[in-house]
């Protein structure tokens, strides 16, 4: 608990604010983060690595150069300007698919994903709320609620004293708490987005609100004023191309008004409307500024406001920016706190960009909303009092999901704000969410590959196309051997957007792409898409993705080992979880034909693939020659997978081949890899060899997340799988940095990070958590809380990198790649927690209170079922 209070230690205010719940990630707003590392960047790369890397240096460069000064566009990966620390970030505003605008935990607007996958990390400092006090028809008190002291709108009261508020977020809820100085006065503002298990509609809906809960703690009635003022565009250069206008509107619907005003920005590419709204109530009055000028003194608004608490509402829009002019506008509600009092003002923010381009412009796409919020463009007013009259619904739904969790008393606050403050990149992760065009028909989404996959077409007309991008940083779209990983939260939360994501991977597995490319690693060219394959990626937001598929150049991923068995895990993992027959059915035929493409690693038929000595694999800088651990220990999962749903199917052919499969490679696997403690990293013999790899076990995780991996489906020998896990928290975790920052990805035998690659000396929260979620399944779990919350506390406590969690971090100086998708995997740790509660005995999985008071587990008996009756692995949890 060090470290979160630690983040607290400078707040001086008393105020608790108003229904703040005690866990989440809490931060007082004049905090400073004392450890300020960078990025990892070209200039990074070792001496020895440059030399072993010259040509895929060279061929990089060019590349680089050839997307950013002649076709003018953003490389998938650039090394050369990697994301600055900026230790900011907060809960992101908006349903998933429709964008994110990301509000810092200090109250800036600072990041921006409204264009699909492309980001603005730019703090508008005209977006902000501003607090009038008024007592006795005179105004005692008006404060922009920002500790920023900007040289713009010097005309507006700045510099809040960040010492009395503090900032507290539960995803996808955040509260800001404000004890203005001086007054007697809290401000809480609770912020609202629709993030709703299970729910297909609400959940696409871009929108946020704010609802500010004030109280008055004096013996006299005082009238509060909350403005909220916002800039028309983004804060970038095309805010001055002109023709962009504001337009106050009112909607009135079933007894309750809504008014605001429209911000519309013009762009000749996605055009959108952003809307800042307040609900009209009795006692609450709703005023407006349609435009004021953002980059000048803000006189004009402030003084209005100033005067009577309102805003003037003129009538009308107004007119068009010329260019190189910026405008903005303002709403403010207004009530009355009587003496001892509380009264609530709901405030909100909308977008709507309905129709989207991608970077080839080829095909015009309709985001998930507009089949309940129409396309036309003008839907925000719809919009914002759907958001201002549906927030108190959405709020009792999140509040249910949560519940069993946060009430436990025996689970650690700290994991209780990992794991639902990591879901942010489901909706922050470049997401896009996308019906299917009116006209398309199955022909359309199977492409060269003929008939199959009969329910392609039906899941993705019901359910849309879903996508997300593997990092910030690495923009590509559904990066599968990194979903892989992230894939427990949509199979949890959002199973039928999990089931649509396969269907869109197995539809690619049966095309191709016989283009041509160069790859970079080792300069061979080969085509971009084998059929019978899973490709790497779905494409990246600067092309057209589904269209074009395999947007990662590295390496040539046809020959990587990993993808095809992930595939083919998730099939059976996904229907685990949901029971889903009919999915199963249409995916048999591809998991068959990927397995077989996947077979020809084999090349000594022992029945155990060989990696081929490169970084073939998720970990692509980490080569691997032989048999290894991850690769070999993926595919005899695999192959248990196939025996199971042969089995299911009632295929004997495919049962009794994958079965003679399964008992060889097994046998080669222990011989081969085993060396009495763990699984060595690979067979080849080399210096590194023998290095003791933390996702050792990644296939035993995955059969044991799906119900197998024990008892008549055990693969590895679970005294074998024990042993390899001790040993992985004695070396990799309490062995690296004193144990208190997760588990580095390599250690040698001797407990020194294995040094042989960048990859293989960091540590990856993602697998972090997976390999939590594995001790926790083989009845590790103090040791699997332990590692988990080693991320986290870096992460969130030490590193400021909160709501931006990076794909990795050195144990000093570095992190990599920031706001990445594989710490998703956090969910795999709950899925882990729920099924023990099922299966083991009422003692199973207690943890010591020195561990659990620390920051560890729970009581394995107390843990509900995922938010239901049922059990996981019971007839059907969901």
Not at 250 to 261: A, D, L, N, T
Not at 280 to 296: D, I, K, L, R, Y
Not at 679 to 695: E, I, L, W
Request: glycine share 10%; proline share 5%.
């Amino acid at each position: 608990m060090e470290g979160s209070a630690q983040l607290m230690e400078r707040f001086e205010g008393a105020a608790q604010g108003h229904r703040v719940p005690p866990f989440g990630w809490r931060i007082c707003l004049a905090h400073e983060f004392a450890e300020k590392r960078k990025p990892y960047h070209a200039s990074d790369v070792s001496l020895s690595d440059v030399v072993k890397h010259l040509g895929l240096g060279l061929r990089y460069l060019r590349w680089w150069y050839r997307k950013t000064h002649v076709e003018k566009k953003c490389p998938v990966i650039d090394l050369f300007n990697p994301l600055p620390l900026r230790q900011i970030y907060g809960c992101p505003l908006g349903g998933l698919g429709g964008g994110t605008i990301t509000r810092g935990w200090r109250g800036e607007f600072c990041r921006w994903q409204l264009n699909p996958g492309v980001y603005h990390y730019k703090t508008v400092i005209a977006d902000q709320f501003t607090v009038c006090l008024r007592q006795r028809g005179q105004t005692i008190y008006q404060q922009v609620l920002s500790v920023e002291r900007p040289s713009k709108l010097q005309g507006w009261n700045w510099g809040y004293c960040g010492h009395y508020a503090f900032y507290h977020a539960l995803y996808p809820r955040a509260w800001t708490v404000y004890q203005l100085p001086g007054q007697d006065v809290v401000l809480t503002c609770r912020q609202v987005s629709p993030i709703i298990p299970h729910d297909y509609q609400d959940t696409s809906l871009p929108v946020g609100v704010f609802i500010w809960e004030l109280e008055n703690r004096s013996g006299e009635a005082v009238d509060v004023s909350i403005m909220f003022s916002l800039r028309n565009g983004l804060g970038t250069k095309e805010d001055k191309r002109g023709g962009h206008w504001n337009d106050p509107f009112s909607v009135e619907k079933e007894g309750v008004r809504v008014s605001g005003v429209l911000l519309h920005h013009c762009s000749p590419v996605n055009p959108y409307t952003l809307a800042i709204s307040a609900r009209e109530q009795a006692g609450t009055g709703v005023t407006h500024f349609t435009a004021f000028n953002p980059v000048g003194t803000g006189q004009e608004v402030w003084r209005d406001l100033l005067q009577d608490g309102r805003l003037g509402s003129p009538a009308g829009e107004s007119s068009p920016t010329e260019k190189g002019q910026v405008t903005a506008a303002a709403v403010c509600a207004s009530c009355t706190v009587p003496a001892w009092g509380h009264r609530t003002l709901e405030l909100g923010l909308a977008w709507d960009m309905p129709h989207i381009h991608f970077g080839a412009k080829e095909r015009l796409h309709l985001r998930r909303y507009t089949r309940y919020f129409g396309s036309g463009g003008d839907a925000c007013p719809a919009l914002s009092h759907y958001a201002l009259t549906h927030y108190r619904e959405w709020e009792e739904k999140i509040e249910s999901w949560q519940r069993p969790v946060l009430e436990n008393s025996h689970l650690p606050p700290w994991y209780k704000s990992a794991l639902f403050n990591e879901l942010y990149f489901l909706a922050d992760g470049g997401t896009v969410w996308l019906e299917l065009p009116p006209e398309a028909c199955a022909e359309d989404l199977l492409g060269t590959a003929g008939a199959g996959l009969a329910q392609l077409f039906p899941v993705l007309r019901e359910y849309g196309r879903f996508a997300y991008l593997e990092g910030q940083e690495y923009r590509m779209y559904n990066t599968y051997d990194v979903h892989f990983y992230a894939s427990f939260a949509l199979a949890m939360l959002w199973p039928k957007l999990e089931i649509s994501l396969q269907y869109d991977i197995a539809a690619a597995v049966l095309n191709e792409d016989t283009q041509p490319r160069l790859y970079l690693m080792d300069g061979q060219t080969a085509q971009v898409k084998l059929r019978n394959v899973v490709p790497h990626d779905i494409g990246e937001p600067e092309d057209e993705p589904w269209q074009r598929v395999n947007a990662y150049l590295i390496h040539d991923t046809a020959g990587w080992k990993d993808l095809n068995l992930k595939f083919v895990l998730q099939v059976y993992r996904d229907y685990y979880l949901t029971q889903d027959t009919a999915y199963l059915q249409d995916m048999w035929p591809v998991c068959q034909a990927v397995m077989d493409s996947e077979l020809k690693f084999d090349t000594d038929g022992d029945g155990l693939i060989e990696n081929s000595g490169f970084a073939d694999q998720t970990y692509d800088d980490w080569v691997a020659t032989g048999a290894s651990a991850y690769c070999g220990g993926l595919w005899l999962a695999a192959v248990c997978v196939m025996c199971r749903v042969a089995r299911l199917v009632g295929d004997g052919e495919v049962l009794r081949k994958y079965s003679a499969i399964l008992r060889k490679g097994s046998e080669a696997f222990e011989r081969l890899l085993w060396n009495g403690r763990y699984y060595s990293y690979d067979s080849s013999g080399g210096p590194f060899s023998s290095t003791v790899m933390s996702d050792q076990c990644a296939g035993q995780w995955f059969l044991r997340a799906s119900g197998l991996g024990q008892g008549g489906f055990e693969v590895f020998p679970q005294s074998h799988v024990l042993s390899a896990l001790k040993t992985i928290f004695e070396l990799n975790v309490m062995g690296f940095a004193n144990g208190t920052m997760g588990a580095v990805n390599g250690m040698r035998p001797d407990g020194t990070p294995d040094s042989s690659s960048v990859q293989s000396s960091e540590v990856w929260v993602g697998v972090v958590y997976a390999l939590a979620a594995t001790m926790i399944q083989e009845g590790l779990v103090e040791e699997g809380f332990h590692a988990a919350e080693g991320c986290y506390r870096t992460v969130w406590e030490r590193l400021g990198l909160a709501f931006q969690t990076p794909e990795a971090y050195c144990q000093r100086k570095l992190f990599r790649s920031l706001a990445y998708m594989r710490p998703l995997s956090i969910w795999s740790m709950q899925l882990a927690l729920e099924s023990r509660a099922c299966q083991a005995p009422a003692s199973a999985g207690e943890l010591s209170p020195a561990v659990r008071d620390g920051g560890a587990s729970e009581s394995q008996r107390e843990l509900p079922g995922r938010w239901s009756r049922d059990c996981v692995g019971a007839a059907r949890p969901f």
